[in-house]
T-cell receptor
Framework: GENVEQHPSTLSVQEGDSAVIKCTYS??????FPWYKQELGKRPQLIID?????GEKKDQRIAVTLNKTAKHFSLHITETQPEDSAVYFC?????????????FGKGTHLIIQP | DTAVSQTPKYLVTQMGNDKSIKCEQN?????MYWYKQDSKKFLKIMFS???????INETVPNRFSPKSPDKAHLNLHINSLELGDSAVYFC????????????FGQGTRLTVV
């Protein structure tokens, strides 16, 4: 089945700086890569996603890049703000094998320092 | 209206008990899931289910069983609860099972004492 590795596990940046979180996946058949944000005590919420036919996608301060050849994808947050502090999860989906649904990375705790 | 809702939000119970967590979605999705989030925040899929097929993650003990009375509901029943079952359980739904986003419920924090 799919295996998703995510780094770093903790990331501390100054407010206003950029943050980058990286993930790799193992299954070349995966074709959908969402990112979720989970605030303390809350549910994971989708913030951006990308499909394998696209190399980059941007939504305001958030962007995601995908390198299919290398099987890695990254989340970029620019001009970070205190409300960006949360745990971020990458995920991959696409191959039928085991349960349907998303395989998640282990999460990155993003801390925005004022 | 909440899109994916779970009850209860908190559940404290003793070892050996049997308990259920309920989940309902009003998004009209055809696929529902249960995920477990452990103390290290790792999210792992337990089951996926649509009106045709239940797929079980092979690592899930058979004490856990999903039950779906209809397309909008997927409940989780747990027998003979163990200390290691303590976690947050998230229900989720999606339209289709692959290559689509999943929408999560608010979670049920299960504590086994």
């Amino acid at each position: 089945g799919e295996n998703v590795e995510q780094h770093p596990s903790t990331l501390s940046v100054q407010e206003g700086d950029s943050a980058v979180i990286k993930c790799t996946y193992s299954d070349s058949a995966s074709n959908y890569f969402p990112w979720y944000k989970q605030e303390l005590g809350k549910r994971p919420q989708l913030i951006i996603d990308i499909r394998s036919n696209v190399g980059e996608k941007k939504d305001q301060r958030i962007a995601v890049t995908l390198n299919k050849t290398a099987k890695h994808f990254s989340l970029h947050i620019t001009e970070t703000q205190p409300e960006d502090s949360a745990v971020y999860f990458c995920a991959a989906s696409g191959r039928r094998g085991g349960a349907d649904g998303l395989t998640f990375g282990k999460g990155t705790h993003l801390i925005i320092q004022p | 209206d909440t899109a994916v809702s779970q009850t209860p939000k908190y559940l404290v119970t003793q070892m050996g008990n049997d308990k259920s967590i309920k989940c309902e979605q009003n998004l009209g999705h055809d696929t529902m899931y249960w995920y477990k989030q452990d103390s290290k925040k790792f999210l792992k899929i337990m089951f996926s289910y649509n009106n045709k097929e239940l797929i079980i993650n092979e690592t899930v003990p058979n004490r856990f069983s999903p039950k779906s009375p209809d397309k909008a509901h997927l409940n989780l029943h747990i027998n003979s609860l163990e200390l290691g079952d303590s976690a947050v359980y998230f229900c989720a739904s999606s339209q289709g099972g692959q290559g689509v986003p999943a929408f999560f419920g608010q979670g049920t924090r299960l504590t086994v004492v």
